[in-house]
Nanobody, 122 residues
Framework: QVQLVESGGGLVQPGGSLRLSCAAS????????MGWYRQAPGKQRELVAR???????NYADSVKGRFTISRENAKNTVYLQMNSLKAEDTADYYC????????????????WGQGTQVTVSS
């Protein structure tokens, strides 16, 4: 199995910054995509940003220019640097990884972290 452990959430004032981390461990041969999603109360979970193994990135329009996703492949870790935070960024943030578990099989499996809460409030 694969485990994803997130850290770095918390309470921050509008305009502030936070950095989220997510470390994957377990039966991992390679990780194709790592990403961050968020879910605000009463809303559906949405993609925030994702990064593919080659370094390509995608961002939600609402966070472009404010958030930066990066990863350390050797550590199976993904980061989300969040700057200029707004009240509407308040949500539970979830890490996701698309994992190839064995070299002998190209099958990929999707795993989720337990979530970390981000609250932007004065």
């Amino acid at each position: 199995q694969v485990q994803l452990v997130e850290s770095g959430g918390g309470l921050v004032q509008p305009g502030g910054s936070l950095r989220l981390s997510c470390a994957a461990s377990g039966s991992i041969f390679s990780i194709y995509v790592m990403g961050w999603y968020r879910q605000a109360p009463g809303k559906q979970r949405e993609l925030v940003a994702r990064i593919i193994s080659g370094g390509s990135t995608n961002y939600a329009d609402s966070v472009k220019g404010r958030f930066t996703i990066s990863r350390e492949n050797a550590k199976n870790t993904v980061y989300l640097q969040m700057n200029s935070l707004k009240a509407e960024d308040t949500a539970d943030y979830y890490c996701n990884a698309e994992v190839q578990r064995e070299s002998s099989s190209r099958a990929r499996y999707s795993y989720w972290g337990q979530g970390t809460q981000v609250t932007v409030s004065s």
